[in-house]
């Protein structure tokens, strides 16, 4: 079919997007409406953790979808019962709220800060966050990002989501106050260009926020699910956080994104949140097969390999051709190219024939890899391959 035949305007106009209509994805391969294929290192923006449709979420869907699809969120269910259960077993918190989406989860721990601080701390409602930082696209998500210029485009703001500095604990400490209930942090700015909070950075704001007693929220929403090469991000600096959100990869490729909490933090009471799709079965299952399969012997492990792999492939590159080498955690990682030729990369590779690849750039003098966790060593080495041929032709 021509690209012609499909009638796209009935589409809200959100984001410029090539003339291609993808139609079967399959692990790190994407097929377009040509059946042209293309190797995919953006998996949704880091969210189809073990690829496209892996057969443990086909598994679950169909499972699930024979047995019971929406009880509403006002009777228990099972998946969602067993997922939080996994969730708080394998991390430093105690309850969960699952949500549809990154921000919604945000949103959640915004408002249970809010109300942990009428409850502790006479009010004190404001929730210092960071420049550059990423948190979604509600109203108050938008507030609390750091991204330039999304302090007028919907303009008035959510008040209270004061901005610091990443790595910087000074411009934190100076932020604080009598109305000051927390700071909320992605352990690796994603969106921002794939940087990562420092380990002592993070190790000082925990101390910082327990001084103060004030709660420090994690925004694991990229960097959860195994992206940087533990099961959490927060793990990495061996700190203990208050809350913690997570969405992308906690669904493999399905809407779902959770709130998690330690128990004396837990306020909120009957009447302060919910929704109509939270927590039902369907999605809740496919989020038991996802976690299960990042705990299953040899996986983590699996994707330290990987990632290290990656970050060798990418540093080798970068002294090929002259670039200002890569950094990120796991198997979120970035190449600094030195120059702003990321939109032409991007373009030159979806172009690339007979084998497309995607790639994001997140910033015109970057490129993002975000792929599948169980990404082989084979794609590894695809990918640097024909990055390496569109660079020799782009710094031509
Ligand atoms: C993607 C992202 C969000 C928003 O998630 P949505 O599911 O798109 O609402 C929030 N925070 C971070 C760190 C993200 O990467």
């Known amino acids: 079919m021509e690209f012609s035949q499909y009638n796209v305007n009935a589409l809200m106009y959100i984001t410029p997007r090539p003339d291609l209509v993808f139609t079967e994805g399959s692990g790190m391969w994407l097929t377009d409406h040509k059946g042209k294929r293309y190797l995919d290192y953006l998996q949704g923006w880091a969210v189809n953790c073990l690829g496209h449709s892996p057969q443990c979420i086909q598994d679950a869907l169909m499972t699930q979808s024979k047995k019971l699809i929406n009880p509403s969120p006002a009777f228990y ?12 077993a394998n991390s430093c918190f105690d309850r969960v709220f699952f949500t549809n989406s990154g921000a919604e989860a945000n949103e959640g721990a915004i408002k249970l800060v809010r109300k942990w601080g009428q409850l502790n701390k006479a009010g004190a409602y404001e929730i210092i966050t960071f420049d550059h930082s990423f948190h979604g696209r509600t109203l108050a ?16 703001q959510v008040p209270g989501f004061p ?14 106050s009598d109305k000051t209930v927390a700071v909320m942090l ?17 190790q000082a704001l925990r101390a910082l926020t327990k001084k ?9 929403v990229q960097t959860g699910m195994g992206r940087t090469g533990e099961l959490f991000a927060y793990q990495l600096s061996g700190i203990e956080p208050d809350i913690m959100t997570l969405g992308k990869g906690i669904g493999g490729g399905v809407p779902l994104a959770a709130l998690l909490c330690r128990e004396e933090v837990a306020c909120f009471v009957p009447g302060d949140q919910g929704g109509t799709y939270n927590g039902n079965p369907l999605i809740t299952a496919v989020g038991v097969a996802v976690i299960n399969a990042l705990l299953a012997p040899g996986f983590m492990p699996s994707v330290k390999e990987k990632a290290d792999y990656l970050s060798k492939g990418l540093s080798h590159l970068s002294e090929q051709y002259g670039l200002e080498g890569e950094r990120g955690e796991g198997l979120l990682r970035a190449l600094k190219l030195g120059s702003d030729i990321g939109g032409k990369l991007v373009e030159a590779g979806r172009n690339r024939e007979p084998l497309g690849v995607l790639l994001n750039s997140p910033r015109p003098d970057l490129l993002r890899f975000m792929p599948a966790l169980n990404v082989s060593i084979e794609e590894i080495d695809q990918m640097i391959a024909m990055l390496g041929e569109l660079l020799s032709q782009i710094k031509k």
């Open 77 to 88: 269910n099972a998946p969602a019962i067993e997922l939080a259960g996994l969730l708080t």
């Open 141 to 156: 998500t938008m507030s609390a990002s750091g991204k330039p210029g999304w302090d007028t485009i919907f303009a008035p």
């Open 163 to 176: 901005k610091a500095d990443l790595n910087d604990i000074a411009s934190v400490e100076k932020l604080i």
């Open 186 to 202: 992605e352990p690796v700015q994603g969106e921002g260009g794939v940087l990562p909070a420092s380990r002592e950075f993070m």
């Open 212 to 220: 103060h007693n004030i709660l420090l929220i994690v925004d694991e």
